[in-house]
């Protein structure tokens, strides 16, 4: 198995985001690609059949499927991660992934798994070899886990899913810690106990991600300066929100729009010609 790519679009709202991520493609041969819809409105063309989306859902596209994310209401965007791989004809995966019960069409796995994605996506994308090939083996796991049917059905993982969408939800907002333990019903220490365990960070750290994320996201789609991107998003000064970005991204905001939109007049979808 070789990762391809891994790609997160945070809310696929912008004409140039809807007309490339939108866009009626498949991938060549020993390709799969799967698609994890987080959240928005609208539809998943693959293999011919359309799907309304539902938040957590998975697909899974084959060689030679077509298939397209079609938008139905900018005001509810769409954020996704896509993840493209290529598996040899005499792979054992490949095998599987041809069987009944890998023909993941709309599979609704919760929004729990936004962790592992976003782990696969830094390890997979990453320079180390160690790294990207730690990626390979943590995505065969997923496979076969969900192959088996795997199902994360404890009364832990039901608060770790409630929180990430009141997190998500609250992006453009202000929560704090002792306001997301509240609204659970848990104490704040049981939570970061919580979070440690099954997402390997904390609530506070993973939502200032989130806002990371956001940002990133504005900066490549829109035209809105530093420090109003900072005050949607609710931090206390544009200071405060380099610091995070930078810590986050390794790199400033004006930096990052800079390498992204700048370079040779390429955005970042340019730079992402092979996958959704």
């Known amino acids: 198995m070789t990762i391809d790519d891994v790609v997160f679009v945070y809310q696929m709202k912008s004409d140039r985001e809807l007309s490339w991520h939108g866009r009626h493609h498949c ?19 693959n293999a011919g059949v359309s799907h309304a989306l539902r938040n957590g859902m998975l697909f899974l596209s084959h060689p030679g499927g077509y298939h397209e994310i079609r938008a139905a209401d900018i005001r509810r965007p769409i954020s996704y991660y896509a993840v493209l791989f290529t598996l040899g004809d005499d792979d054992e995966t490949s095998r599987l992934l041809s069987q009944d019960q890998m023909q993941v069409h709309g599979k609704v796995i919760g929004t729990t798994y936004r962790f592992f994605f976003e782990q696969l996506r830094e ?3 990453a320079d180390s070899p160690a790294l990207r090939r730690s990626a390979e083996y943590q995505l065969l796991s997923f496979i076969y886990s969900q192959a088996e049917g795997e199902q994360w059905a404890d ?17 453009f907002g202000k929560e ?9 019903s848990l104490s704040s220490a049981y939570l970061v106990r919580l979070f440690r365990e099954k997402m390997r960070t904390t609530p506070m750290k993973y939502y200032s991600r989130l806002k990371v994320e956001a940002a990133s996201s504005m ?20 200071f405060h929100f380099s610091r995070n970005f930078k810590q986050a991204t390794g790199l400033a905001p004006t930096e990052y ?5 700048q370079h040779l007049g390429l955005s970042h979808i340019d730079s992402h010609p092979m996958i959704e």
């Open 123 to 125: 390890r997979g994308t």
């Open 27 to 45: 991938h060549g041969n020993g390709q799969y690609e799967f698609h994890y819809f987080l959240q928005g409105e609208g539809s998943f063309l």
């Open 176 to 184: 704090t810690l002792q306001s997301l333990s509240g609204r659970l």
């Open 257 to 261: 729009r800079r390498r992204y939109l």
């Open 155 to 171: 009364e832990r993982n039901h608060h770790i899913e409630k929180a990430l969408r009141i997190m998500q939800q609250s992006v």
């Open 219 to 238: 900066l490549i789609s829109t035209e809105m300066t530093v420090s109003e991107i900072a005050d949607r998003l609710c931090f206390s000064s544009e």
